[in-house]
């Protein structure tokens, strides 16, 4: 598990219609929407100035950060074949793709991971994408114990959901989920990357939040019209800006691999090479790596400082600093 730490700019939006006229239209879940041309340069905390081209460290105020834990769902039935030919990503029998009985152990492994490292228990959130082989990664990994008939909680996932012949996973203990259509994979065409509806949804993953969705059916995805590049990638920049707004200061995020490569190759340009590479390499199935997200223009505007922070001067007292007396002294002369 890596840990990088990257700054997001300020938020520019803008409102226009693309003029393309076959564009996709993101209105339910772009508002505003951004635009690349008018991102200014994204920075990234740079760990080194051994080079010339690296900037120096940063610092932030650790309540105007967050501890984002980003993971690529396990592998899906649309991976075995996709991965050897990229055309089968185009069969219709690959909709909405659930999880394979490898994808299932890969989720297995990382459930332990989380719990081994003590992760587990720092969550405050889990944020899914809305599709069948994330949210059943989502459930996996991050929810309850075995569920039984007659439990007072709703379950995370009932009993062989998606065809995957697993037992019913608990709500229980298990930090809160939530589905947003924001960090959905590359949007249009691929069969596999169309949801189905959320009542259906509901039904397979009774305790997962949906209220973040505001339509029943897909009307993202265009079987005629695939998001271009720089599409996916705004939209990734607004959910990066949502995730500031959000007040919980540790949040799992299970997405998908396109959609994190497009969102986060606009990271580390100014880093150190290596850092840059270490930030946009493709995920692997299943992985996990950890990022620090600060908030340098203050989108978030926690103003809640870290329990750690003490105001100090408690019992009031005298306490100039030396160089002031210093300043002081010599402003008289």
């Known amino acids: 598990m890596t840990t990088v730490a990257i700054t997001l700019p300020p938020p520019f939006f803008h409102t226009t219609t693309p003029s393309h006229s076959s564009s996709i239209s993101l209105a339910a879940i772009l508002r505003p929407r951004f635009s690349l041309s008018s991102l200014p340069s994204i920075r990234c905390i740079s760990l080194s100035s051994a080079m010339d081209n690296v900037s120096s460290p940063s610092l932030f105020p650790l309540h105007h950060c967050k501890v984002i834990h980003l993971v690529r769902h396990a592998q899906g039935l649309h991976n075995i074949e996709g991965e050897k030919n990229y055309k089968a990503y185009m ?34 959130l889990v944020i899914t994408s809305p599709l069948l082989r994330t949210l059943q990664t989502t459930v996996g990994v991050f929810g309850g114990e075995g569920y039984t008939d007659g439990m007072d909680v ?28 924001l960090c959905r994979e ?7 990357d169309r949801r189905r509806h959320i009542q259906d949804y509901q039904c397979l993953f009774p305790a997962i939040d949906f209220s973040q969705i505001e339509t029943d ?92 922070n003490y105001p100090g001067k408690i019992p009031d007292g005298p306490d100039l600093p030396s160089d002031l007396a210093d300043e002081k002294e010599n402003s008289h002369c």
């Not at 297995?108 to 991971?113: G, K, S």
């Not at 995730?243 to 540790?250: C, D, H, V, Y």
């Not at 620090?292 to 750690?308: K, Q, Y």
């Open 154 to 181: 709703l379950p995370m996932m009932v009993a062989n959901a998606g065809n995957s012949d697993r037992s019913a996973i608990s709500s229980l203990n298990c930090p809160p989920i939530m589905a947003v259509e």
């Open 91 to 124: 069969k219709p029998e690959y909709f909405d793709a659930p999880l394979t009985p490898l994808g299932w152990q890969q989720v297995d492994n990382l459930r332990r991971h989380v719990r081994d490292c003590g992760l587990y228990n720092k969550i405050e």
């Open 186 to 192: 590359h949007l249009g065409v691929h069969p596999c």
């Open 217 to 308: 059916e897909d009307t993202l995805w265009k079987a005629d019209v695939r998001e271009t590049k720089a599409e996916v990638a705004a939209r990734g920049m607004n959910f990066m800006n949502w995730l500031l707004t959000r007040k919980e200061k540790e949040i799992a995020v299970v997405t998908h691999s396109g959609f994190l490569m497009h969102t986060l190759s606009q990271f580390g340009n100014d880093c150190h090479p290596l850092m840059k590479d270490e930030i946009s390499k493709r995920f692997k199935n299943c992985e996990l790596r950890s990022i620090v997200l600060a908030d340098r223009n203050m989108i978030g505007s926690n103003s809640n400082a870290p329990v750690t």
